[in-house]
C-alpha cells in the first residue's frame, strides 16, 4: 500500500500564510503526480493544485497566485505553500498522489486523511 500523511494545517488569521505538507511512504515504485484538493463542508472537493515527477504544475480555477505546490522527490513529500489566506479557503486539504507500486502495475490514485485549514479572526 502507500500511504500519505499530511501535516501544516491550522488555524490562521485572515492575510496569513500556511505551508502544508505530505509524506507518502511505503510500496511505491513511481510517483507519476503528486496532489492537494480541498473540500468545504456542503461543497465539492476540489482541485487545489498538482505536481507531475517532471515538475509541471497545474492549478485549480482562482488557485493561482497565493497557492504554491512544491515536492522533495527525494522524500516523496509534495508541500503546498499558501499566502494572503482568506475565510473562504477554509477546508479540508487532501494530498492524493498518482502512484504504482510496482514495474508493470497500472498506477492508481491514493489519498491521505485530510488536514483541516481554518482562516478566521
Known amino acids: 500500500q502507500v500511504q500519505l500523511v499530511e501535516s501544516g494545517g491550522g488555524l490562521v488569521q485572515p492575510g496569513g500564510s500556511l505551508r502544508l505538507s505530505c509524506a507518502a511512504s511505503g510500496s511505491i515504485f513511481r510517483i507519476y503526480t503528486m496532489a492537494w484538493y480541498r473540500q468545504a463542508p456542503g461543497k465539492e472537493r476540489e482541485l487545489v493544485a498538482a505536481i507531475t515527477s517532471g515538475g509541471t504544475t497545474n492549478y485549480g480555477d482562482s488557485m493561482t497566485g497565493r497557492f504554491s505546490i512544491t515536492t522533495d522527490n527525494a522524500k516523496n513529500t509534495v508541500y503546498l505553500q499558501m499566502i494572503n489566506l482568506k475565510p473562504e479557503d477554509t477546508a479540508t486539504y487532501f494530498c492524493?498522489?498518482?502512484?504504482?507500486?510496482?514495474?508493470?502495475?497500472?498506477?492508481?490514485?491514493?489519498w491521505g486523511q485530510g488536514t483541516q485549514v481554518t482562516v478566521s479572526s
Open positions: 492524493n498522489t498518482y502512484s504504482s507500486r510496482s514495474d508493470g502495475e497500472p498506477p492508481r490514485a491514493y
